[in-house]
């Protein structure tokens, strides 16, 4: 079974997180964003999946290599110029011979994809798109059904109070091979601004599931990135597979810390003396947290220094970088520039 994970985008929304750390190896609650898709992929049976690398390719390729750690085999696309969510599928044409997923790489979801395809399938759907039900869509493409689920039309990101419907646009897709006859070869073409379109305007078997009571998250804005994290640690999504909450045996509390859950620990991290850290927060790996540091409701990514006595609350630190000693960071997001060379 095969499906692919577009990543091919620049991740500019998430600047200057992803300045260093492209958007499929953001880490969420530990893990990266990527490799929470393929789990998810793989628990329904998907062990063969492409991925397209454009923006810091090595760097993904390095940290998900043959994808064996997530349960599938990694196949992956190098793209040397960018050709669109729909072009870059178009170049593994030949590769997918039957019913087939496609996803984003920053989706955080744990929504039935067995149910989805069984739905697409049953009635002979050319493309079907699973959707879920948001209280506002206005940062959405809203997606308007029939009494069948056939795709009726879109709004992309309605005004509040404008929308015709709730059901957002989720990015999981299912196509049938005939899909690559709607795609031209050789230039940038997108899903969602000429692919979709077309599929309605000729009338073709074009569909779109309700996924009723499955949880849902594009980490692709701070905003987003930091409501998945803690939907994360607080338990309101589970991700198979990975570790939520609590400290590893690599790191030592001093006794005089004061930890409050929901917190994550990665491996090797040192803690100063008299440290406060309060949940939902995350620390990565290798991170150094000096004496007198408060942390509250913070992100802190691998390698990264907290400056003894600072403060760091509501705020998302990024790889390798170093807060102050005494610094006071509040609802900030801070990560190095990428080196000069």
Not at 261 to 274: A, K
Request: glycine residues 12%; hydrophobic residues 40%; contains cysteine.
């Amino acid at each position: 079974m095969r499906a692919m994970i577009l990543a091919g985008g620049m991740s500019t929304r998430l600047y200057p997180l992803t300045k260093q750390v492209p958007k499929p190896i953001v880490p969420v609650a530990g893990e990266p964003i990527s490799g929470h898709v393929l789990r998810w992929l793989s628990s329904f049976g998907y062990d063969e999946v492409a991925i397209n690398v454009f923006y810091l390719a090595d760097l993904v390729e390095k940290t998900f290599g043959d994808g064996s750690r997530y349960g599938a085999k990694l196949h992956y696309l190098r793209e040397r110029e960018l050709t669109g969510s729909a072009g870059a599928l178009k170049q593994m044409e030949g590769w997918f011979d039957s019913t087939f997923v496609v996803v984003g790489c920053d989706d955080l979801t744990n929504a039935d994809l067995a149910s989805l395809v069984r739905f697409h399938k049953e009635r002979g759907a050319l493309a079907t798109i699973g959707l879920v039900e948001a209280d506002e869509v206005d940062q959405y493409g809203v997606v308007i059904l029939d009494d069948d689920g056939r795709i009726a039309g879109f709004q992309e990101k309605p005004a509040k109070g404008t929308e015709k419907s709730k059901l957002a646009n989720t990015g999981i897709y299912v196509f049938e091979p005939a899909i690559f006859d709607r795609i031209p070869a050789g230039t940038f073409y997108d899903f969602g601004k000429q692919v979709f379109p077309e599929l309605l305007r000729d009338g073709l078997p074009f569909y779109g599931m309700h996924l009723k009571g499955a949880y849902w998250r594009d980490i692709g804005t701070p905003d987003e990135y930091r409501r998945a994290t803690e939907d994360v640690l607080t338990g309101r999504v589970r991700i198979e597979g990975a570790r939520a909450t609590g400290v590893p045996p690599s790191v030592t509390v001093p006794g005089d810390a004061r930890i409050e859950d929901p917190v994550r620990f990665g491996e090797d991290v040192e803690i100063g003396n008299r440290v406060r850290i309060t949940g939902p927060t995350v620390i990565g790996d290798r991170v150094r947290i000096g004496d007198g540091a408060v942390l509250d409701r913070a992100i802190v990514w691998n390698g990264s220094t907290i400056g003894a006595n600072a403060t760091v609350r509501d705020t998302i630190v990024g790889e390798r970088y170093i807060v102050d000693d005494g610094a006071a960071l509040d609802g900030a997001i801070v990560a190095n520039e990428p080196t000069a060379i």
